[in-house]
């Protein structure tokens, strides 16, 4: 993240993301494929790392380490081998930006579920960050969905209504105000 001033002088936190360039490795089509989208490629890899069925579909092309789809009503004029950059997004637009929150491994319920935790007065002795009740006599059981310690982060996570502050289209980079998931050099997906 850095910080970007306007003409103004006002500040933004904004993050700089690369963004591309994708090509567009395939066109499936509701005929053949039974929906349509368009499938994109990232990333170059080498040869000996990608599988033979892989190689076949990527021929004519370089090989790519990533391959997603995005549904389309309408794909419109795109074709196999174009090349999508950043040049697509402009000033101002508001964009999602999903990726692959960072995984914080097992938590407890106070940093989890922001729970408040026990007193520290009064006769409590070690239990500043303990969950508290989780149950009742009655049943005899805890019931499904209890808020408890667990796995934390390394989830899907979607950010809506960023802005773009500007666009470096030379060296296809964004500049997204506000913060995205993942950690630096996670793979983002931003839609327009």
């Not at 500040?11 to 989208?37: H, R």
């Not at 002795?125 to 808020?147: C, D, L, N, Q, Y």
């Not at 809506?160 to 980079?173: T, W």
């Amino acid at each position: 993240m850095t910080q970007y001033f306007d003409a103004e002088g006002r500040v933004y936190p904004a993050t700089i993301v690369n963004a591309g360039p994708v090509t567009v490795t395939k066109i499936l089509s509701q005929d053949n494929d039974g929906y349509t989208a368009i499938q994109v490629g990232y990333g170059s890899q080498k040869e000996s790392r990608i599988n033979k069925p892989q190689q076949g579909e990527f021929k004519g092309l370089e090989m790519f380490r990533v391959l997603k789809e995005f549904r389309f009503d309408n794909p419109g004029d795109l074709k196999r081998g174009d090349v999508i950059s950043a040049d697509i997004f402009a000033e101002g637009d508001t964009v999602v930006v999903s990726g692959t929150s960072k995984g914080k491994g097992f938590q407890g319920v106070v940093k989890r579920h922001n729970f408040a935790g026990g007193r520290r007065s009064h006769g409590q002795k070690h239990s500043e960050r303990e969950p508290g009740s989780i149950g009742a006599t009655g049943p005899a059981r805890v019931f499904k969905g209890t808020r408890m310690g667990g796995r934390m982060g390394s989830d899907r996570v979607s950010v809506k209504n960023l802005h773009v502050l500007a666009v470096d289209a030379e060296n296809n980079q964004l500049l997204i105000k506000g913060a995205i998931p993942g950690r630096r050099g996670s793979l983002v997906e931003i839609r327009g």
